[in-house]
């Protein structure tokens, strides 16, 4: 199982989000399947790993599975270079963490429903696509015996990038 606490902070609008996915991945044929909370999980069980994004400018409209229409915002990867952790990294794990980080980062997203645009209904989305590549790319040991922690820093305040969006 992959684990994610996302602690989101806009600046902006000064309003904290916590949330947290996990991923639960069938070892054997790469299945898996999604649970999305607010809150987050205890992080006594698990060595951390923890880096900081942006909050890109752009709103993107899209069309979910389901035919709702959402906004999209993804997250860009700061030019801090530090990761936290509280595990012991050699010289190929801390590169091998970067590339971890760069996938996840990519791989996370901001959706708020078109029609529900309020601040309890944020929430962090796992880009399906971008999972599968993860799952092949990095050691299933390693993707899964970690909690992944992500703080997300919004200057724009996503709740007025999806109001400059609708205004255009």
Avoid: W
Wanted: contains cysteine; negative net charge.
């Amino acid at each position: 199982m992959i684990h994610f606490n996302i602690l989101y902070t806009d600046y902006k609008d000064q309003q904290i989000y916590r949330r947290s996915v996990k991923c639960d991945i069938d070892h054997e044929d790469t299945t898996y399947s999604i649970k999305y909370t607010k809150g987050h999980i205890s992080k006594k069980m698990y060595s951390t790993v923890e880096k900081s994004v942006n909050l890109d400018k752009h709103v993107h409209e899209y069309t979910d599975s389901n035919g709702n229409v959402n906004y999209r915002v993804n997250l860009l990867p700061t030019n801090d270079m530090a990761i936290y952790t509280n595990i012991n990294l050699n010289e190929g794990n801390d590169v091998m963490v970067e590339k971890l980080f760069q996938s996840v980062s990519n791989m996370l997203f901001v959706n708020i429903p078109k029609n529900e645009c309020v601040p309890d209904n944020l929430n962090i989305i796992v880009d399906n696509d971008k999972l599968d590549e993860l799952i092949e790319e990095f050691d299933y040991e390693i993707i899964t015996s970690s909690l992944i922690i992500v703080h997300i820093y919004d200057k724009y305040g996503i709740f007025n990038l999806v109001r400059k969006y609708e205004d255009k």
